[in-house]
């Protein structure tokens, strides 16, 4: 309602004289503050939604989508920091009246933001730099309460997926949300992943020092935050972050069980020994790999290798098309080869229109959309909000390399997939890496070899 009251003003405005492109510019900036004053009054949830939503910028014209970008930023560094008092008050809560005691220094301003609390740096009694997660005060009534709003206004969801299960899908993404407020969980599925990425040469998990009610100390990590990478980072460095935390989700359930369900760039650092660091656990799923390599197998196959009603077939099987539905395989056939482009090719380099095209597909509102005729298996959610979240993430990085590989390093099933697609369609020779090539071999061996008359 408020959208269209402002697309009305704006139809007097380009009456009395000024540009339709001036006049929609103004009305982004409108609706994305409405949207920011909204999503502000969700006390609990604001930051963790505004990082779902910021994905969904991608759907937008690049000005347009400006005014959104600034918004959503503003929503996620909107959490006031708590007051030193307020730190105190429920350190000796969790740790009793003199919690000091079990610190060297422990320092009493906020060194970063969390979804639901803040972090601070300090020195644990054996000399380690720890970080130190505190939870809001209120923010599990909070979070309830923003809970409960959702699930009233969820069923708006069924415009753009009329054949989904919405109030399932709803109780499962509350579900996911809820669990972050439990730090023992989250310790538990931490100290998981520390365990399976020991000495790993590329990731470092930072040890669980303790946990206490609302508090979970680790150690800390000093590095280079993935979005200042993404934002100034060399080409190579965006490309390594990017892959690893594509191998990190994959990878991570079979050596865990677990999903980490919440890739975004903020939970990643590039540490200064190249190793690639993940932080903030609250968001793991159980989540056992062996089911859904069988689904991924039948799905490439579907699309690198069958037809539309091969593929309208296994959507059917796995429960993203109800069996009764009828739709239009083609075009769900179309939106499938495009969503698979970056596994069709040996090499892609992740952007942010290549990804827009993807989310306007998905997205758009009209009763052709054949996104409309399709489900979510409730069991999914936890992957597809990874996956929508990871995605934007290397987007932002426009990270390049085989994500191929990455795939099929944690589902070796489908190398035969892909290998019987290069015998068929061989990847196409880039002139250009061609000559680049040539013309540095040819730099090399005239300052390395001495000719002899």
Known sequence: MAFAGRQALGLGKRALGRSAAEVDREIGARTAQHIFEVLGELKGCATKLG???????????????????????????????????????????????????RFREF???????????????????????VAVKLMYPGARESVRGDLAQLRGISTLAAVFMPGADVRALTEELCACLLAELDYAEEARCQRAFAAAYADDPDFRVPEVVEQRGDVLISEWLDG??????????????????????VRFVLDGCARTELLYSDP??????????????????GACRTWSPDGFEDMALDYCRAVFEGDP????????????????????????????????????????????????????????????????????????????????????????????????????????????VFDRLDQREPEPVDLRAVRERRAARSVGSGAGIRRTP
């Open 107 to 129: 320092d009493e301003r906020r060194a970063a933001p969390a979804s639901i609390g803040q972090v601070h740096r300090a020195v644990w009694h054996d000399g380690r730099t």
């Open 224 to 245: 280079t935050p993935a979005p200042r990478v993404a934002a100034s980072g060399a080409r190579r460095d965006r490309d390594r972050v990017g892959m690893l935390m």
């Open 51 to 101: 990082q779902v939503l910021a994905i969904y910028e991608l759907a937008l014209p690049p000005k347009l989508a400006e005014s959104y970008k600034i918004a959503l930023g503003r929503l996620q560094d909107s959490a006031p920091a708590m007051l030193p008092a307020t730190v105190r008050m429920v350190m000796a809560q969790h740790f009793g009246h003199d919690w000091r005691s």
């Open 309 to 416: 009603h091969e593929l309208a077939s296994t959507s059917r099987r796995h429960g993203f098309v109800r069996a009764e539905r009828v739709f239009d395989v083609n075009a769900l056939y179309a939106a499938a080869l495009s969503y698979g482009e970056p596994l069709r090719h040996r090499t892609f380099r992740m952007s942010s229109p290549w990804l827009r095209r993807q989310v306007v597909r998905a997205t758009r509102p009209h009763l052709t959309n054949v996104a409309r005729d399709c489900d979510i298996p409730v069991y999914f959610t936890p992957f597809a909000r990874a996956t929508v979240t990871l995605l934007g993430a290397l987007a932002q990085l426009e990270a390049e390399g085989s994500y191929r590989d990455e795939v099929v390093r944690s589902f070796p099933a489908l190398a035969e």
């Open 264 to 281: 975004h760039p903020g939970n990643f650092l590039l540490l200064p020994d190249g190793r690639l660091g993940v932080v903030d656990f």
